[in-house]
């Protein structure tokens, strides 16, 4: 597919999934912004992109940070909300949510609250098929008061990053807007998550990244979610853990509207970031 004169927003570009989503539009013709907390290391692999690339610094840890990455942007076509962290131990961002939960849902939810209004194309969130694993506890999102469990806890984020793009696209189809909000999982691809959780599962993890497909095989589902012939509100992965990327179907709970728009409250509420009137985006 020709990208040229496309702009892409991509988290977490700066290694993984997101740095061969970069790789591969940037070679199409695509101009791609990489939002990347360790910026030494974006800029290397920026380097060979080319001048279709950019790092500008992002930590979605710290919403400070991503009010300011938001506030230098201008429009662009597409959002991929690709970075993530993966069964860590219990920790707090710089704004004390449990840093899953933090990162992958709460940070990617602010951040594009802020940008919403500029995107001209689509929304694209990364979830994974672990979000069969999770659980939201509304009363305790941040696992302050149950028992920390890693696992459970990044269930828990996958979950919420589906709940939150199927509620984005009911908003915005409500509001007439010509922007599509979609979600996309690997599959069991090898990437630098696995290995980095400081527990008994990183030999596991490493051992069994034997079986997984490559980060190249695993980033084509986000990349045919940023541009490819999508419906609205879908989801794309393989319909396995391996293979290539197919409309797929996820739980029952990430389906639930009532759960999805009581998590959009309170993320709002613990963010502090409102969504603005989507009718604008018509």
């Not at 997101?18 to 199409?28: E, F, K, M, P, Q």
């Not at 469990?149 to 509620?167: I, Q, T, V």
Request: aromatic share 8%; hydrophobic share 40%; net charge positive.
């Amino acid at each position: 597919m020709d990208l040229h004169g496309k702009r892409f927003v991509i988290t977490g570009a700066n290694s993984g999934l997101g740095a061969v989503t970069a790789r591969a539009i940037a070679g199409a013709g695509g101009q791609v912004i990489m939002a990347c907390r360790d910026v030494e290391k974006a800029t290397k692999v920026a380097a060979d992109l080319g001048t279709g690339a950019r790092v500008r610094r992002l930590d979605l840890a710290d919403l400070a940070s991503v009010r300011e990455f938001a506030a230098s942007l201008d429009e662009f076509d597409v959002l991929i909300n690709n970075a993530g962290v993966m069964a860590v131990p219990k920790r707090r961002t710089v704004d004390g949510f449990e840093s899953q939960i933090g990162i992958n849902h709460l940070g990617h939810f602010a951040l594009t609250s802020l940008l919403i209004e500029r995107v001209r194309g689509r929304v694209v969130t990364m979830s994974s098929g672990l979000h069969v694993l999770g659980a939201l506890d509304l009363h305790d999102l941040n696992w302050e008061q149950r028992r920390y469990r890693r696992m459970r806890a990044y269930g828990a984020s996958k979950l919420a990053n589906l709940l939150f793009a199927y509620e984005l696209q009911r908003r915005l189809t409500r509001a007439g807007s010509r922007v599509q909000s979609v979600a996309a999982h690997p599959g069991y691809a090898a990437t630098n998550l696995q290995g980095h959780t400081e527990s008994f599962l990183d030999p596991i993890m490493l051992f069994t990244k034997g079986f997984a497909q490559s980060a190249e095989m695993g980033a084509l589902s986000e990349i045919y979610a940023a541009t490819g012939p999508v419906e609205p509100g879908g989801y794309y992965g393989p319909k396995r853990l391996r293979g290539y990327p197919h409309r797929v179907q996820s739980s029952a709970k990430s389906r639930d509207p009532e759960m999805a728009a009581r998590l959009w409250e309170l993320s709002e509420k613990l963010t502090g970031v409102s969504y603005p009137n989507l009718r604008s985006l018509t």
